[in-house]
């Protein structure tokens, strides 16, 4: 059985088990979530490191049962981003979400699909000069 909690709930229930400590013994958070940030995002029921080979197979065996076709494990990650950007989520939300080190990885990865946002941009303020000169 594959236990898949995200990180944004485990940082939360991190950070409160912290607070729950009395003042003087607890952890800065920064700490507390980066020792969380550190864990595996896909675990077995004992929270031990899920073989990638297995979760490849279960993977696959559902892409074939769904009858999608076949992408990598890794695409899932891609998709989520553009679809983030194609809501006009901002780079700050899409690199958080992400867990990037910086809005720099996440623009020189995914920069490319927001030209077209920006060519709509340029268009409309083209529009609004033509119909302010007339």
């Known amino acids: 059985m594959l236990f898949l909690m995200t990180f944004s709930k485990k940082r939360a229930l991190a950070l409160r088990k912290e607070m729950a400590k009395e003042p003087g013994e607890r952890r800065d958070a920064a700490a507390v979530v980066n020792e969380?940030?550190?864990d595996?995002?896909?675990?077995?029921?004992q929270g031990t490191q899920l073989d990638p080979s297995n979760l490849r197979k279960v993977f696959y065996r559902l892409l074939v049962a769904a009858k999608l076709r076949r992408v990598r494990f890794h695409d899932l990650r891609h998709t989520f981003?553009?679809?983030l950007i194609q809501q006009g989520k901002v780079s700050r939300t899409i690199r958080?979400?992400?867990?990037?080190s910086s809005i720099k990885v996440t623009?020189?990865?995914?920069g490319h699909l927001v030209l077209g946002g920006n060519r709509q941009a340029v268009d409309k303020l083209d529009e609004r000069?033509?119909?302010n000169s007339r």
Do not use: N, S
């Not at 623009?107 to 995914?110: E, G, I």
């Open 81 to 83: 981003a553009t679809l």
């Open 129 to 131: 000069v033509v119909v």
């Open 96 to 100: 958080d979400q992400l867990g990037h």
């Open 36 to 38: 969380v940030m550190e």
């Open 40 to 45: 595996w995002l896909f675990t077995t029921p």
């Open 107 to 110: 623009v020189d990865t995914y």
